[in-house]
């Protein structure tokens, strides 16, 4: 899948599941909008201070009274009982982890290039092609 067409598949997903209702979300409060891209990465950071490996999913399979029906059949009679390494083979398991955490905050930056139609896959390949002229640690800063 090439960049732009996971924009696009990002941004109608957000769409599809409501994220974009006026009610919830105001398109114009683009603030919010990175916020909620540094959220996703201060939950990656609390899976690191949860002891969580970088490399490291594991899986949540969780119901409520309005999801009994997606979930996997082990779930029905209350929350999954497999062990958590055998929970990512639960139908519509919740992968959880620093990765996974890190591709949410991925996604909603896909999601906001969607909506505002901006064209990520070219801005990363100039960029990159910047960056690369770049002197070493340019700047001067320690990291």
């Known amino acids: 899948m090439r960049i732009n067409e ?6 109608n997903t957000a769409v599809k599941h409501g994220w974009w209702d006026k009610e919830k979300i105001e398109p114009t409060q683009f603030g919010t909008l990175i916020a909620l891209v ?3 990465l201060s939950e990656a950071l609390e899976e690191s201070r949860n002891g969580r490996g970088v490399n490291e999913t594991y899986y949540e399979c969780k119901i409520t009274p309005k999801s009994i029906e997606t979930y996997c059949e082990c779930a029905k009679e209350g929350p999954c009982e497999a062990p958590e390494k055998d929970r990512a083979k639960c139908k519509n398991a ?5 990765p996974s955490e890190l591709a ?7 999601d906001i290039c969607g909506h505002y139609d901006i064209d990520l ?23």
């Open 94 to 98: 919740k992968p959880c982890g620093i």
């Open 121 to 143: 896959e070219r801005i990363i390949e100039e960029k990159m092609n910047y960056n690369e002229t770049r002197p070493y640690k340019h700047g001067g800063k320690v990291f």
């Open 104 to 110: 949410d905050a991925v996604i909603r930056i896909f």
């Open 6 to 11: 996971a924009v696009s598949r990002a941004h």
């Open 38 to 40: 540094h959220s996703e």
